[in-house]
């Protein structure tokens, strides 16, 4: 099928390139010229694990540009992956997904196209994309004749640093429409992922449990609140144990073990069930805030969604509070953050834990020393005022140190070899911000172990 991607950020791009590597013809638009001219060259803007293989592989049916002209005329599918972050309100800013709608109205030309909202985008905005496509076509003096579209919703759940695989081998697949012509389209478009048909990427085998995938076909609204009560129920589950984790630590209690005990129940399940200094990036904090801003829109309160999202900022603090207990007077300390990406194999920092632990630290008038393994980069970018906080190497961090928080579980953290930074301390005090290192080990190699929580 003719496919086009509007937005190739973390979403669109995967969805592009999966989508071409499964056979369909997709071109991708991106207003970012700098971006397109990087993917036209098979380098992938993001860090993501296997991207720029799967690109390599799915380029014959794959192109790059920056003109709706050149991918929406003649697609089947249009999907609109744009970013859609928070408003100054807390419900989400949908300039990017209008603008874009307004763009892809001005060429369609297929006797039929459905146009997907891969965004997470509130509820009602299925109808509100409708409208303006509707209101924008309508105005083109060269509209053509024999033009029908419909909009469906299709909500991604990829994690990033997870991207391809979630994609080509997912728990489910949701679509939501209100016309049965656009739930057709889709079906016949996902068929290879639904029935498992496609030989995987030669970098990427099949896992062994794979099988057919559920497909939830159903009404718009249905589609689009299935994507927020899905992430806020996520990130509620990370706040609970975080929430029981304090309590672990006031009654002596060890979380890491009541979280195995609780997760191994397999009507909890123990996945999202890790203590920490909790969620971050660019999905929970802005959907657990719009799901509450679109409730209140009906005059409903959502007390859990709202407690999971103070409990989850409460964390962030509480790091900074234990090294305040530990160290007394954090003035003049010098503290190390080990990872400023909100989680391991991505180089996404926004709302990551890190951003608020070190601006905490600086406010208390502590020195920090901030590293990561691949987001550095992009820190120096997009954080200037933290920038000069960072740190190129793991010496650097290390030495002369009061504290090192573990913020991110890089696996290049986990299998650090510890005894050799040991002896660099001035103190060597190590809080694990995600109960990933094993404490008794590093007791054994001199430091003073703590976990934000038990
Ligand atoms: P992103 O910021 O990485 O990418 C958005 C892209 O859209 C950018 O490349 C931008 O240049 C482009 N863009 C913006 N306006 C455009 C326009 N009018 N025309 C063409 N291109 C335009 O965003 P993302 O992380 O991929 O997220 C996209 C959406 O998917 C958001 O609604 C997000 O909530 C949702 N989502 C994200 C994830 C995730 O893990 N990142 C997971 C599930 C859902």
Request: glycine content about 8%; aromatic content about 8%.
């Amino acid at each position: 099928m003719k496919v086009c991607v509007v937005g190739t950020g973390y979403v669109g791009l995967t969805t592009g390139v999966s989508l071409a590597f499964l056979g369909h013809e997709v071109t991708c638009v991106d207003l970012d010229q700098h971006k397109v001219d990087m993917l036209r060259a098979g380098k992938c803007p993001i860090y993501e694990p296997g991207m720029e293989e799967l690109l390599a592989e799915a380029a014959p049916n794959l192109s790059f540009t920056t003109s709706y002209a050149e991918g929406v005329p003649g697609a089947d599918v249009v999907f609109v992956a744009v970013q859609t972050p928070s408003a100054a309100d807390g419900s989400p800013d949908l300039r990017f997904l209008r603008s874009a709608a307004e763009s892809v109205a001005q060429s369609l030309d297929h006797e039929f196209t459905v146009v997907v909202n891969k965004s997470t985008v509130p509820i009602g905005s299925g109808n509100w994309v409708d409208a303006i496509l509707r209101d924008s076509f309508a105005q083109r003096a060269d509209r053509p004749a024999g033009v029908e579209f419909a909009v469906a919703s299709n909500p991604e759940f990829l994690r990033e640093g997870n991207a391809i695989a979630d994609t080509l081998f997912p728990d489910r697949i949701v679509i939501g429409s209100d016309n049965p012509r656009s739930l057709e389209v889709l079906n016949r478009l996902y068929r290879p992922i639904i029935n498992q048909t496609f030989t995987p990427p030669t970098f990427m085998p099949r896992p062994e449990d794979a099988s057919a995938v559920p497909l939830v076909s159903t009404d718009l609204a249905s589609a689009e609140l299935i994507k927020y009560a899905a992430n806020a129920f996520l990130a509620l589950k990370i706040s609970y144990v975080n929430e029981i984790g304090q309590l672990a630590a006031k009654v002596g209690a060890d979380i890491t073990e009541v979280a195995r005990g609780m997760g191994l129940d397999q009507r909890i399940g123990s996945r999202f069930l890790q203590p920490g200094v909790g969620w971050g990036g660019s999905c929970f904090g802005k959907d657990t805030k719009a799901l509450v801003a679109t409730a209140s829109e009906y005059n409903l309160e959502m007390p859990i969604v709202k407690a999971a999202r103070d409990v989850n900022q409460r964390q962030r603090a509480i790091a900074v509070e234990r090294l305040q207990d530990e160290l007394r007077i954090l003035k003049g300390r010098k503290i190390g953050l080990l990872g400023l990406a909100f989680k391991p194999n991505t180089d996404d920092l926004r709302d990551s834990p890190a951003l608020d632990i070190a601006s905490l630290l600086l406010a208390r008038g502590a020195r920090v020393r901030l590293h990561d393994p691949i987001a550095a980069e992009r820190f120096r970018r997009e954080q200037p005022e933290l920038a000069p906080h960072l740190s190129e190497t793991l010496d650097g961090v290390f030495d002369d140190c009061d504290a090192v928080v573990l913020v991110t579980e890089w696996a290049q953290y986990l299998e650090l070899d510890w005894s050799k930074f040991v002896g660099l301390m001035r103190n060597p005090l190590v809080l694990d911000g995600r109960h990933a290192l094993d404490g008794d080990r590093m007791r054994r190699l001199g430091y003073k172990y703590l976990a934000v929580a038990g």
